[in-house]
């Protein structure tokens, strides 16, 4: 088990790993920042005794990749296969939340291959993680074939377009946008904050254009953002933002539903499909009780620190 740039505690880790917890002092201590790599406990427990190791039992090797993503390689014909399916994120939390620095490892590993297949199934995420995720395919070598496996919303689209050819199974969907945030302040912050805004909205602007080409025009574009357009795969080859509709495929959720009301108007067939597959969702419940313990303890932290400077 591995968590990047995660919170979690040893005992956490132990209970995914089906161990019993540990009474060691610092079993319980949550990890707020940096790579937390759970490693053999002869490594992590040398010079000490086995009683003092909170993680004795736990076997994880260094450098395995996230879940999200899963590289198939196929030998001998230099192909191979990522798979981006969840969040965007600049600090991975969840197994399927991708992350720039995540990407950028994952290709790595691929070396030197000819053809790069990526599946992508997300509702988009944050915007220079996913521009940095963009320019890496870009400048990558290889053939670069992009499958939307079920959706790719907002910026998780403008990586869609990082394709040299875009596939979309007739039951998938693409959605542009322009960009939003959260801001707070007097009228300068805010209008600052709006002008940032369209200048980063550009961004996807210019990637979009310089995709479709002749099919799609400036002022269209900025309507379709505007309006917050879910474009079926046949609406998105004729703007020019895919190059071909495959037959349908049987969809998968991408993120948790609540995510998705950020959005104004989400398919109800989506929004459906993602709420049935909430519910399914096992480790939702162990994931919610890990995320309040650790914000709790994390605003335990702010409060005691903000009293010591006070004092």
Not at 31 to 44: E, F, R, V
Not at 97 to 118: W, Y
Not at 176 to 200: E, F, V, Y
Request: charged letters at 25%; proline letters at 4%.
């Amino acid at each position: 088990m591995m968590i990047r740039n995660g919170i979690a505690s040893v005992n956490d880790l132990r209970k995914l790993e089906e161990l019993p917890p540990s009474d060691a002092k610092n079993a319980d201590q949550l990890w707020l920042s940096g790579d937390l790599y759970p490693i053999d406990s002869d490594q992590i427990g040398k010079g000490r005794a086995d009683t003092d190791n909170p993680l004795k039992g736990v076997k994880t090797k260094m450098n395995k990749l996230p879940k999200y993503l899963t590289i198939k390689q196929q030998v001998g014909n230099k192909e191979a296969d990522l798979f981006i399916d969840g969040e965007i994120v600049s600090g991975e939390f969840y197994d399927n939340d991708t992350s720039a620095a995540g990407f950028r490892d994952s290709l790595k590993q691929l070396g030197d291959v000819e053809t790069i297949n990526l599946h992508i199934n997300s509702p988009g995420g944050s915007v220079f993680e996913g521009i940095a995720i963009y320019n890496m395919l870009k400048n990558n070598p290889a053939q670069i074939n992009v499958y939307v496996d079920a959706l790719a919303a907002s910026i998780a689209s403008v990586i869609a377009m990082s394709g040299d050819n875009i596939f979309m199974p007739s039951n998938s969907m693409l959605m542009i946008h322009n960009p939003w945030t959260i801001a707070m302040g007097n009228a300068n912050d805010l209008r600052k904050q709006a002008n940032d805004l369209d200048r980063i909205g550009e961004l996807s602007v210019t990637t979009y254009l310089d995709k479709a080409g002749s099919k799609l025009d400036a002022d269209t574009l900025h309507q379709l953002m505007d309006d917050e357009t879910w474009l079926t795969a046949q609406e998105a080859v004729n703007y020019g933002l895919a190059t071909e509709v495959i037959d349908d495929n049987q969809m998968a959720a991408c993120a948790d539903p609540g995510f998705l009301k950020q959005f104004r108007n989400v398919p109800t067939q989506l929004a459906q499909r993602l709420a049935q597959s909430a519910t399914n969702d096992p480790a939702k419940e162990w994931r919610e009780g890990i995320r309040k313990q650790a914000l709790n303890k994390a605003t335990a932290l702010t409060i005691e620190l903000q009293n010591m400077e006070e004092s």
